[in-house]
């Protein structure tokens, strides 16, 4: 059974920074595109940043010099630094990981974590 469990969201002031962490069971996430996620109020869920198995990362632009988007494979965990918090980003946070073996999508989510950028 595949779990990714967020943990690290919470309020924080603008200009402040979090780190948020996806812990994996039952899949080897380097073997993954794992990804961040964000959903705001009324809006859509919109990528913020993935890290695929070979390495490379991607970042929405409005994150780009920001956030940071790193694994660490002995811990089977994926994380997200946030620095420079603004209130736009205040969104549920959720990590994903994906995957195409031969014809097979492979497709997972976390359950999300909160994140409050306010004075």
């Known amino acids: 059974q595949v779990q990714l469990v967020e943990s690290g969201g919470g309020l924080v002031q603008p200009g402040g920074s979090l780190r948020l962490s996806c812990a994996a069971s039952g899949i080897i996430v380097s073997f993954y595109t794992m990804g961040w996620y964000r959903q705001a109020p009324g809006k859509q869920r919109e990528l913020v940043a993935d890290i695929t198995s070979s390495g490379s990362t991607n970042y929405a632009d409005s994150v780009k010099g920001r956030f940071t988007i790193s694994r660490d494979n002995a811990k089977n965990t994926v994380y997200l630094q946030m620095n420079s918090l603004k209130p736009e980003d205040t969104a549920v946070y959720y990590c994903?990981?994906?995957?195409?073996?031969?014809?097979?999508?492979?497709?997972?989510w976390g359950q999300g974590t909160q994140v409050t950028v306010s004075s």
């Open positions: 994903n990981a994906r995957r195409v073996v031969l014809t097979r999508q492979y497709d997972y």
